[in-house]
């Protein structure tokens, strides 16, 4: 096992001791203070991204403290890899943020273990009345708001048409191509390329296990909080990583280790290194920034004749349960997503907006990725796609799993097979079903 993967272990499971302590917290602290806010106060805002989305972010913040004279906001971000151990840290420790931004299924973790604020108690400062009720669903958790959704967001294939125009390979037609369509052309791609360029920047994440089982009439988690997917449909997907592998469609098993967790500028995409990467839409700006290259976004392969895509909020703003200002946190959220001035510095960095009069007010500001982005985000809501579930308590730590048995598999060390029983045991008691 290399290094790497240890280290990974080693930090999932002190997350999860962290969180075990959560409730114990929570649990002994009293209701946040939510009355008017007389004085000066200070306020922790979190988040994660690259040098780019922090400037963004303190030139919004910047416009937020000249509305608000009495209310400082002190920012705390870093890189993704690191942002929610240290989270977890400072929960357990009762010294979280005021307002912290997350992301897939920690708002359901952190909620269910009584560490967020139920937004309903700070509807005086924050105004959720414009925003998507779609948004809004996915910032639920037991029917109480706990996140509000700073944007839309969805899987997509990144392409690099300069690499495949180097290759000598026509980009796919993303409205009919099958996942064995893409293998083979992330394949030639490969074959057709310098040394260290591949056609597809990584092999297979934990969000295309979720996409791969929607597209078989399955899903990762059930609106009742088990797991939705049988075994086949897992062996499948340790299956197709590894021949994605084998084949030099994607990096081999070790460049992969090597590339888990690394900034936008040092992926291969971001290096102008790759044909394909799955990844999410709204990372499409940064991603063409950092290599210098016009990208598109193309649908998933296999989404005929079930859609396997979803949209969902590119992350969330919460409010921490145990916070002293919970007033001057809920101002701060209500104006990332609610004003106009918010709206034209921050674009679509954190996702499509999810309040319209926000995406009217930025339009024609996006750059040319921007209007990409915003265009695929209108053209996946035209879908007929099956309901999205948030992943119950524990489901955090699935992607982990998901995460460490892929690179099992791909050295060669757990066939898939065993990899798919392994998969589903550590995912059931993870989750506790």
Request: charged share 20%.
């Amino acid at each position: 096992m290399t290094r790497k993967v240890i280290r990974s272990l080693r930090k999932s499971t002190a997350i999860l001791s962290a969180l075990a302590l959560v409730g114990l917290t929570a649990a002994c602290s009293s209701t946040p203070s939510s009355q008017a806010e007389n004085g000066p106060v200070e306020i922790r805002f979190s988040w994660w991204g690259n040098a780019g989305r922090a400037d963004l972010t303190n030139k919004a913040i910047a416009e937020f403290e000249k509305a608000n004279p009495n209310i400082k906001v002190k920012p705390e971000y870093g890189d993704i890899g690191g942002y929610f151990d240290k989270l977890a840290t400072q929960v357990a420790a009762n010294d979280a943020p005021d307002v912290i931004t997350m992301g897939g299924a920690y708002p359901a973790e952190y909620a269910n273990r009584g560490a967020l604020l139920d937004l309903a108690s700070v509807k005086g400062p924050l105004d959720l009345s414009k925003m998507d009720q779609g948004a809004l669903e996915n910032g639920q958790v037991k029917g109480k708001q706990y996140g509000v959704s700073t944007g839309a967001n969805a899987l997509a294939i990144v392409a690099n048409p300069a690499v495949f125009s180097a290759a000598g390979v026509p980009l796919p037609d993303d409205t009919s191509w099958s996942w064995d369509d893409f293998a083979k052309i992330a394949s030639d791609v490969t074959a057709h390329s310098p040394k260290g360029t591949y056609g597809t920047a990584t092999v297979l994440t934990h969000d295309s296990l979720d996409a791969f089982a929607r597209q078989r009439g399955e899903s990762l988690y059930t609106q009742d909080g088990q797991l939705g997917l049988g075994r086949a449909t897992v062996q499948d997907y340790f299956d197709y990583s590894l021949r994605l592998s084998g084949t030099g469609a994607a990096p081999s098993a070790s460049e992969t280790v090597e590339k888990l967790n690394v900034s936008t500028e040092q992926t291969l995409m971001g290096m102008g290194k790759a044909g394909m990467m799955l990844t999410w839409s709204n990372s499409l700006s940064a991603l063409s920034k950092a290599s210098g290259a016009d990208l598109k976004l193309l649908k998933l392969p296999g989404e005929k004749p079930t859609p396997g895509i979803w949209l969902q909020s590119s992350q969330f703003y919460t409010i921490s349960a145990r916070s002293k200002h919970a007033d001057a946190a809920a101002k701060l959220v209500s104006f990332l997503v609610n004003d106009q001035s918010a709206a034209k510095i921050i674009q679509s960095d954190r996702g499509v907006p999810s309040n319209a009069d926000m995406r009217s007010a930025i339009q024609d500001m996006l750059t040319p990725q921007g209007k990409v982005e915003a265009a695929y985000i209108n053209q996946i809501g035209k879908m007929d796609f099956a309901p999205t579930y948030i992943g119950p308590t524990g489901s955090t730590a699935v992607s982990e799993i998901t995460a460490r048995i892929n690179t099992e598999v791909l050295f060669k060390r757990l066939a898939p097979d065993k990899a798919a029983e392994q998969w589903i045991s550590e995912s059931r008691a993870a989750i506790g079903k």
